[in-house]
């Protein structure tokens, strides 16, 4: 079992969040997972920096290994925007970037580009692709697609020797499940895991068996 800290974009400041990945490996922390909004919860929490700018920041002030939870369905983030940002943090920091959990989105944050919020079955089809789109383009390949997610030849120049695990993310394992349907993930990544016996929730990392070599599971369970 391994504890990280949660890097909370929406109720902490950036300056504040680099400071707290560094007392969190001061303090013994294994790793840290950061969150990837455009905007808070709610305002009373009043903060949501840019995670990609912060995670390269706290990556030089720390040698721990990082993950983070986005969204490359193609209205804040295209996949292949994802896939260049990912690939450029793991080819700067090898072995440390070491997964991205992907969801399907919510209105909340991803209404900003003006574009028709679709239904649970359109989103999850487009995360399916999204997720093909990053894993094809990770591999050197020049990716063109007509839908869900329009791509038009594109490549990454820059690509680590080692990329991150692709992981689902849901609010359960089997929204994960839901959302999933196609091409395995290395692992999936949930907040409510139902203990069968005490239904008690539990913050858990839910490795895949079976698919992949996948590393010992984070506990993502613990702030400063």
């Known amino acids: 079992m391994k504890f990280g800290y949660h890097a909370s974009h929406e109720q902490f400041s950036p300056q504040d969040l680099l400071a707290h990945a560094m007392q969190a490996e001061a303090a013994g922390f294994d790793c840290v997972m950061s969150s990837d909004h455009i905007a808070p919860w709610g305002r009373r929490q009043g903060q949501s920096g840019f995670a990609w700018a912060w995670l390269g920041a706290a990556m030089q002030a720390t040698t721990l290994p990082f993950g983070m939870i986005t969204v490359p369905g193609g209205w804040r983030y295209h996949p292949a925007i994802t896939a260049q940002a990912a690939a450029t943090l793991a080819s700067m920091f090898p072995s440390r970037f070491q997964w991205m959990a992907l969801g399907s989105g919510q209105a909340l944050g991803e209404h900003i580009t ?97 698919l992949r070599a996948i590393p010992e599971a984070y506990y993502q369970a613990a702030r400063i």
């Open 114 to 210: 003006g574009e028709r919020w679709p239904a649970k079955g359109e989103r999850n089809a487009r995360l399916e692709a999204a997720a093909g789109i990053i894993r094809e383009l990770w591999t050197g390949a020049t990716v063109s697609r007509d839908g869900p997610i329009r791509v038009d030849e594109a490549t990454l120049y820059t690509l680590p020797d080692t990329p991150p695990r692709l992981m689902g993310a849901a609010l359960t394992w089997l929204g994960v499940q839901y959302q999933y349907t196609g091409d395995p993930l290395d692992a999936w990544l949930t907040v409510l895991v139902m203990d069968v016996w005490h239904w008690t929730p539990l913050v858990a990392l839910l490795c895949y068996a079976g």
